[in-house]
């Protein structure tokens, strides 16, 4: 999965993020030149689709799920690279919401997402699931936390901000699995991409062959 989820307030405002999906879209190419059948659920971006990738375009966390779901069973590996939103409004306004309605102020009630990467590394069987941790800070223990809560059996950390992360053609990884470690240097998202789809390959071919 890749890009960010929006979730709609009203007919023209949403709740998104400021993920790009470069990221996702670089691993998608990279595991399609390895040789794997890639199926890319995407969230809003204006990218183009990876040569000979199957592509899914969603825009709510709700209909991430339900693509992720759908296909997930009958795959090998599953990236979860997708900047999926926490939160959605628990009602969409209908029309716009306007200042002329009186208004002072506006509070909006939230209600959680849906957690598709966990939902995913609970069913059994499962596929290989890599998760992405995008931090601010405490990068390392955050994804280590998380690992092991998710009971992933890869997670990929970076820090966001101070022009890193999101926005970027550039990026720097941690990778964290149980009983290991290795960080990946700044570079192009492209080469980056090939390094990770290596590192997810010599894994799960290990995870394989116990």
């Not at 899914?56 to 992720?68: G, K, N, Y």
């Amino acid at each position: 999965s890749a890009g960010p989820t929006y979730e709609d307030i009203d007919p023209v405002r949403f709740i998104g993020n400021r993920s790009s999906g470069r990221m996702g879209f670089a691993i998608a190419a990279a595991a399609r030149a390895a040789g794997a059948q890639v199926t890319l659920v995407a969230g809003p971006v204006a990218l183009a689709t990876p040569p000979g990738t199957t592509r899914i375009d969603v825009r709510s966390a709700q209909q991430m799920r339900e693509a992720v779901l759908a296909q997930v069973d009958h795959s090998d590996v599953f990236v979860s690279a997708a900047a999926v939103g926490d939160f959605r409004p628990a009602a969409a306004a209908p029309h716009k919401l306007k200042k002329a309605d009186g208004r002072s102020g506006l509070e909006l009630s939230l209600v959680q997402n849906p957690d598709i990467l966990a939902e995913v590394a609970a069913r059994s069987p499962r596929p290989f699931v890599v998760g992405f941790a995008a931090e601010t800070e405490q990068v390392e223990a955050h994804a280590q936390a998380k690992l092991a809560r998710k009971r992933l059996d890869l997670i990929a950390a970076n820090e966001v901000g101070h022009e890193l992360g999101f926005e970027r053609d550039d990026n720097a990884l941690l990778l964290l699995w149980p009983g290991g470690r290795e960080a990946l240097a700044r570079t192009d998202k492209t080469t980056l991409a090939q390094d990770l789809v290596a590192r997810i390959a010599r894994l799960r071919a290990r995870q394989v062959a116990r």
